[in-house]
Nanobody, 124 residues
Framework: QVQLAESGGGLVQTGGSLRLSCAAS????????MGWFRQAPGEEREFVAS????????YYPESVKGRFTVSRDNAKNTMYLQMNSLKPEDTAVYYC?????????????????WGQGTQVTVSS
């Protein structure tokens, strides 16, 4: 089993920044690719960022590319999401997820473990 816990969400103004953290416990974190997803009210959960097990590879959708940066510290069993230039449309609950394989993935169905989520609200 893998337990994931997000933190760092909150209320920020348009153009502001937030840094989310995802702390993992249980199995060997360094063997897992990790991802961030988000879900706004009434919307499907959507892909935000992914990082390979080693941290060498990352991927983002166009909606956040250049504004968001995913990283990980395998020594601390923690993944991060640095979010800059935030927009009201970034408002959502943000979830971290773990995939029990090393390559990253953009597909929600390929992740095996999920955190409880942290709310990010961007005011206009």
């Amino acid at each position: 089993q893998v337990q994931l816990a997000e933190s760092g969400g909150g209320l920020v103004q348009t153009g502001g920044s937030l840094r989310l953290s995802c702390a993992a416990s249980g199995r060997t974190f360094s063997n897992f690719a990790m991802g961030w997803f988000r879900q706004a009210p009434g919307e499907e959960r959507e892909f935000v960022a992914s990082i390979s097990a080693s941290g060498s590879f990352t991927y983002y959708p166009e909606s956040v590319k250049g504004r968001f940066t995913v990283s990980r510290d395998n020594a601390k069993n923690t993944m991060y999401l640095q979010m800059n230039s935030l927009k009201p449309e970034d408002t959502a609950v943000y979830y971290c997820a773990a995939r029990t394989r090393r390559p990253l993935s953009v597909l929600r169905s390929e992740y095996d473990y999920w955190g409880q989520g942290t709310q990010v609200t961007v005011s206009s």
